[in-house]
C-alpha cells in the first residue's frame, strides 16, 4: 500500500506561483505513475499532469501547458507540482495519486488510480 501526503497549498494573488508537494511512503516500488488532480466542489476531478517515476516522462494537460509543470525527486519520494502565473479559476483542492499501471493510456482518468492523498487547497483571489 502506498500512502500520499500533499504540501503546498494556500493562498495567492493572481499571477503568483505555488509548488505542490507529494510525499509517498509505503509501498513506493509499486508506483509507476504519480499524477495531480484538481476539483472544484460539484465537479468531477480532473487531471492536471502526470510523471512516470522511473525515467521522468511527464505529461501536463493542454490548458496548463507553460504555467504548471511536474516533477520528481526519487531520492525523496516526492512529486512536485509547480504552478505559475495562477489564475483565480486554478482555485480547488489539488490531489496527487499513485497507480501501478505502467500504460500511459487513461493517465489523467481519476479511476484507474489506486491511491490517493487527502488534498491541499489551492485559492488564488486578489
Known amino acids: 500500500e502506498v500512502q500520499l501526503v500533499e504540501s503546498g497549498g494556500g493562498s495567492v494573488q493572481p499571477g503568483g506561483s505555488l509548488r505542490l508537494s507529494c510525499l509517498a511512503s509505503?509501498?513506493?516500488?509499486?508506483?509507476?505513475?504519480v499524477s495531480w488532480f484538481r476539483q472544484i466542489p460539484g465537479k468531477e476531478r480532473q487531471g492536471v499532469a502526470g510523471?512516470?517515476?522511473?525515467?521522468?516522462?511527464?505529461a501536463v494537460v493542454d490548458p496548463l501547458k507553460g504555467r504548471f509543470a511536474i516533477s520528481r525527486d526519487n531520492a525523496k519520494n516526492t512529486v512536485y507540482l509547480q504552478m505559475n502565473s495562477l489564475k483565480p479559476e486554478d482555485s480547488g483542492m489539488y490531489y496527487c495519486?499513485?497507480?501501478?499501471?505502467?500504460?500511459?493510456?487513461?493517465?489523467?482518468?481519476?479511476?484507474?488510480?489506486?491511491?490517493w492523498g487527502q488534498g491541499t487547497q489551492v485559492t488564488v483571489s486578489a
Open positions: 495519486a499513485s497507480r501501478a499501471g505502467a500504460q500511459y493510456s487513461d493517465l489523467f482518468k481519476a479511476t484507474t488510480y489506486e491511491n
Open positions: 510523471i512516470w517515476t522511473g525515467n521522468g516522462d511527464s
Open positions: 509505503g509501498d513506493t516500488y509499486s508506483m509507476h505513475w
